[in-house]
Nanobody, 119 residues
Framework: QVQLVESGGGLVQAGGSLRLSCAAS????????MGWYRQAPGKQRELVAT???????NYADFVKGRFTISRDNAKNTVYLLMNSLKPEDTAVYYC?????????????WGQGTQVTVSS
């Protein structure tokens, strides 16, 4: 099992920026993808961005050009830099890791960090 600890959420005005961090610890397999998902009140959890251990990234259309995902493999940490924030970005942001453990794909989630964007 992998433990994921998120930090960096908070309250920001529209147009502002925040940087989320997620540190992973435990048994981490080398072939993995880390990412961020979010869930707003009354809505389903949705993908924000992912990054593989090799550095390949994937973004949801609604954050392209505004958010940047990166990672430090030596620290098992993934970051999400969020610029030009909008009120509709308000949500709980969850860190996720997916790993190939032998022949199985396993996933773990963080507890989530609240991001609130005021208009």
């Amino acid at each position: 099992q992998v433990q994921l600890v998120e930090s960096g959420g908070g309250l920001v005005q529209a147009g502002g920026s925040l940087r989320l961090s997620c540190a992973a610890s435990g048994r981490i397999f080398s072939f993995n993808t880390m990412g961020w998902y979010r869930q707003a009140p009354g809505k389903q959890r949705e993908l924000v961005a992912t990054i593989t251990n090799g550095g390949s990234t994937n973004y949801a259309d609604f954050v392209k050009g505004r958010f940047t995902i990166s990672r430090d493999n030596a620290k098992n940490t993934v970051y999400l830099l969020m610029n030009s924030l909008k009120p509709e970005d308000t949500a709980v942001y969850y860190c996720n890791i997916g790993m190939l453990a032998g022949s199985r794909w396993v996933e773990d989630w963080g507890q989530g960090t609240q991001v609130t964007v005021s208009s």
